[in-house]
Every structure is written in C-alpha cells, then in structure tokens.
C-alpha cells in the first residue's frame, strides 16, 4: 500500500506563486509515476503534470507551460510541484495520484491512477 498526502494548497491573488507538495510512504518503489491532477467547480478532472524515473516531467495543459514546474527528491519521496503567475482558472483543488505505470503509458488518465492523495485546494482571486 501506498499513501499519498498533499501540502501547500492556498489562497493566492492573481500573479502569485504556491508550491504544492505531495509525500509518497508505504510502498513506494510500487510507484514508477505520479502525477497531478486539478478539478475545478462543476468541472471534469484534468491531468496537470506527471513524472516518472526518467525525471523529465510531462506537462498536459497548454496554459499551464512555462507556469507550473513539476521536480522531485527522491531521497525524501516527495514531488513537487511549483505554481507562478497564478491565474483564477487555476482555481481548482489538486491532487497528486500514483500509478504503477511510467508516465507515458497513464500519466493523463485519472481512471487509471492507483493511488491517490485527498487533495489540497488553490484560490486564486483576480
């Protein structure tokens, strides 16, 4: 088993920065990826970033490159994920999901994520 928990989340005006945290435990070599994953109100559920042994992040959301930089410390089984210039459709609440699977294979699929943290929520008032 592997559990995932989420930090960071905030309340943020309009060209700020946050950066969010998410800690693996358990389990963790059952983890090759993890990936973000954001759902704002009465919206689907979208794949942010993921990244996975090669430590070459893939980013999923156009407006979100060149924003948003996905890293990891593997000594501390922590991957982060540094927001700037927030904007408020970055209004969402994120979480980091484990999937035993590199990147490449489900790294945008939510329906096929393994594990998942609860979540942790970002404001971004204009």
């Known amino acids: 088993q592997v559990q995932l928990v989420e930090s960071g989340g905030g309340a943020v005006q309009a060209g700020g920065s946050l950066r969010l945290s998410c800690v693996a435990s358990g389990l963790t070599s059952d983890l090759p990826s993890i990936s973000w994953f954001r759902q704002a109100p009465g919206e689907e559920r979208e794949g942010v970033a993921c990244i996975d042994g090669t430590d070459v992040p893939e980013y999923y959301i156009d407006s979100i490159k060149g924003r948003f930089t996905l890293s990891r410390a593997n000594a501390k089984n922590t991957v982060y994920l540094q927001l700037d210039t927030l904007k408020p459709e970055d209004t969402a609440v994120y979480h980091c999901?484990?999937?035993?699977?590199?990147?490449?294979?489900?790294?945008?699929?939510?329906?096929?994520?393994?594990?998942w943290g609860k979540g942790t929520l970002i404001t971004v008032s204009s």
């Open positions: 999901a484990g999937s035993k699977w590199q990147c490449s294979v489900y790294g945008l699929d939510y329906t096929h994520m393994d594990y």
